[in-house]
């Protein structure tokens, strides 16, 4: 037994001499029970944190003498086999790191010891990570695991089951920090997907030049997905500015989740307003005036107004026609009539409101069986558009009948009067006519267009 206990002594003295060659350090003059001590590799246990062997000196778990004469060693196993020996767990999953995989510990980690936890070579992991990976370094909105040097809250360092050796799946990763993000996702009826399922489609994890550590700014972040949205944005003739100027799309959508359908901050009329409760210029010289002067107090709202559906007439993205309408419709006063302008109206009236002569039951404008709606809009040149007599959002008038109507510089009186049985308008643009549904009134000379007003257009 005795025997033994010396021999493992020499071993001992053998190897720090040997070790104390293989580090460049001077050869110890006096025997030694290992190889940390104050003539050999001193420093190694006087770090804040030491490996545990080198804290035991028991140097051969990971070294062996090769030549006692010149103080040499040699590892006891090659490559991963080494650290894998004592350190079983770190390779078993399906995603490992590339240091991990080849063996190269030592890339990561000092084998002896360091001021720095895990024996890292640096004083943070990112500091270390970066000799790699230069994502997220020198950006302008870090995320704050980069910001301070935490990768592994995010990833494990050696492996793990998800791709990019993220320690879970990316949503419920960020939701472990982001919890309001997830309260909202699970409160809101309207949720966006890729907030439910791929939050890196947007934000970069590392950090990015935009707020958020969003990858671009809307409307170009949004564009990839919405192909649709960019098109008409871009081409429409008439562009809505709410979407194409910076960071549009997030003046009307939330980007993760709502009680609105399509993701929108608030209801289709409330949002709107938020821009169009006063004068909006469209151009140099045209200012749309206030809608929310339009509708205050009047009595009646047309349909889709009434429904705080904007959508139901506007398309909010852009459009070919005029005022953002979805369908066609005539912007001039006077207009040739054909189906094809009046697309908007005919997607909720009945087109043949227009187009039948004689009716008793289409329309209550009429004189006796004689449809006035077909009398004024039907006509080659100057037919009148619905503009002419109704208002487009509200009027304090039955039938949404307008008080006057925009006519060049001129704000046209209407002068329109309802009875039981018909009704009667004395506007500037032809003397006063009256009709009647029960007892019709006789027209004996029927204004010609050459007798009518010449002006502008109307709104």
């Given at each position: 037994?005795?025997?033994?206990?010396?021999?493992?002594?020499?071993?001992?003295?053998?190897?720090?001499?040997?070790?104390?060659?293989?580090?460049?350090?001077?050869?110890?003059?006096?025997?030694?029970?290992?190889?940390?001590?104050?003539?050999?590799?001193?420093?190694?246990?006087?770090?804040?944190?030491?490996?545990?062997?080198?804290?035991?000196?028991?140097?051969?778990?990971?070294?062996?003498?090769?030549?006692?004469?010149?103080?040499?060693?040699?590892?006891?196993?090659?490559?991963?086999?080494?650290?894998?020996?004592?350190?079983?767990?770190?390779?078993?999953?399906?995603?490992?790191?590339?240091?991990?995989?080849?063996?190269?510990?030592?890339?990561?980690?000092?084998?002896?010891?360091?001021?720095?936890?895990?024996?890292?070579?640096?004083?943070?992991?990112?500091?270390?990570?970066?000799?790699?990976?230069?994502?997220?370094?020198?950006?302008?909105?870090?995320?704050?695991?980069?910001?301070?040097?935490?990768?592994?809250?995010?990833?494990?360092?050696?492996?793990?089951?998800?791709?990019?050796?993220?320690?879970?799946?990316?949503?419920?990763?960020?939701?472990?920090?982001?919890?309001?993000?997830?309260?909202?996702?699970?409160?809101?009826?309207?949720?966006?997907?890729?907030?439910?399922?791929?939050?890196?489609?947007?934000?970069?994890?590392?950090?990015?030049?935009?707020?958020?550590?969003?990858?671009?700014?809307?409307?170009?972040?949004?564009?990839?997905?919405?192909?649709?949205?960019?098109?008409?944005?871009?081409?429409?003739?008439?562009?809505?500015?709410?979407?194409?100027e910076k960071d549009g799309c997030m003046n009307c959508h939330t980007p993760h989740a709502s009680t609105v359908k399509y993701c929108l901050k608030d209801n289709p009329e409330t949002l709107c307003m938020s821009c169009h409760n006063k004068p909006v210029g469209i151009?140099?010289?045209?200012?749309?005036?206030?809608?929310?002067?339009?509708?205050?107090?009047?009595?009646?709202?047309?349909?889709?107004?009434?429904?705080?559906?904007?959508?139901?007439?506007?398309?909010?993205?852009?459009?070919?026609?005029?005022?953002?309408?979805?369908?066609?419709?005539?912007?001039?006063?006077?207009?040739?009539?054909?189906?094809?302008?009046?697309?908007?109206?005919?997607?909720?009236?009945?087109?043949?409101?227009?187009?039948?002569?004689?009716?008793?039951?289409?329309?209550?404008?009429?004189?006796?069986?004689?449809?006035?709606?077909?009398?004024?809009?039907?006509?080659?040149?100057?037919?009148?558009?619905?503009?002419?007599?109704?208002?487009?959002?509200?009027?304090?008038?039955?039938?949404?009948?307008?008080?006057?109507?925009?006519?060049?510089?001129?704000?046209?009186?209407?002068?329109?009067?309802?009875?039981?049985?018909?009704?009667?308008?004395?506007?500037?643009?032809?003397?006063?006519?009256?009709?009647?549904?029960?007892?019709?009134?006789?027209?004996?000379?029927?204004?010609?267009?050459?007798?009518?007003?010449q002006a502008g257009s109307g709104d």
């Amino acid at each position: 037994m005795a025997l033994k206990k010396c021999n493992f002594r020499l071993n001992i003295l053998v190897f720090g001499i040997l070790a104390s060659a293989a580090f460049g350090v001077d050869k110890p003059t006096t025997l030694q029970k290992t190889c940390v001590t104050e003539e050999c590799h001193a420093d190694y246990s006087k770090k804040a944190f030491v490996h545990g062997p080198v804290g035991l000196g028991d140097c051969k778990s990971c070294h062996e003498s090769a030549d006692p004469k010149k103080h040499a060693f040699t590892l006891v196993r090659k490559g991963k086999d080494l650290c894998e020996y004592c350190h079983l767990d770190q390779a078993v999953k399906k995603h490992v790191h590339t240091p991990v995989q080849t063996g190269d510990c030592a890339q990561c980690h000092d084998p002896h010891s360091s001021d720095n936890k895990f024996l890292l070579p640096k004083e943070t992991v990112a500091e270390l990570c970066y000799e790699c990976h230069e994502t997220g370094k020198g950006m302008k909105f870090p995320h704050g695991p980069v910001a301070i040097g935490e990768c592994t809250i995010c990833h494990d360092s050696h492996s793990e089951d998800h791709e990019k050796l993220l320690i879970a799946e990316p949503y419920e990763l960020c939701v472990t920090c982001h919890i309001v993000t997830k309260n909202e996702l699970a409160k809101f009826e309207f949720v966006h997907k890729p907030a439910q399922d791929n939050c890196i489609g947007c934000h970069d994890s590392h950090g990015a030049d935009n707020s958020m550590m969003l990858k671009a700014q809307a409307p170009q972040l949004c564009y990839p997905c919405h192909e649709d949205v960019k098109n008409l944005a871009e081409t429409a003739e008439y562009k809505h500015t709410a979407i194409t100027e910076k960071d549009g799309c997030m003046n009307c959508h939330t980007p993760h989740a709502s009680t609105v359908k399509y993701c929108l901050k608030d209801n289709p009329e409330t949002l709107c307003m938020s821009c169009h409760n006063k004068p909006v210029g469209i151009s140099k010289d045209e200012i749309l005036p206030s809608f929310t002067n339009q509708i205050e107090n009047k009595k009646y709202l047309h349909g889709p107004v009434a429904e705080k559906n904007c959508n139901g007439c506007h398309n909010s993205h852009g459009s070919k026609n005029f005022r953002l309408l979805t369908k066609e419709y005539p912007p001039q006063f006077y207009a040739p009539f054909s189906e094809e302008n009046y697309e908007l109206c005919f997607s909720c009236h009945e087109k043949s409101l227009v187009l039948t002569p004689q009716t008793t039951d289409l329309t209550d404008f009429r004189n006796g069986s004689l449809n006035l709606h077909y009398l004024h809009v039907n006509k080659e040149e100057r037919g009148r558009t619905c503009r002419a007599c109704h208002a487009t959002h509200a009027s304090d008038l039955p039938k949404h009948i307008r008080e006057s109507v925009p006519y060049g510089m001129w704000d046209m009186p209407i002068k329109y009067d309802k009875t039981e049985t018909g009704g009667s308008c004395s506007p500037g643009c032809h003397v006063s006519f009256s009709y009647d549904r029960q007892s019709p009134v006789s027209y004996e000379k029927p204004k010609t267009e050459n007798t009518e007003t010449q002006a502008g257009s109307g709104d």
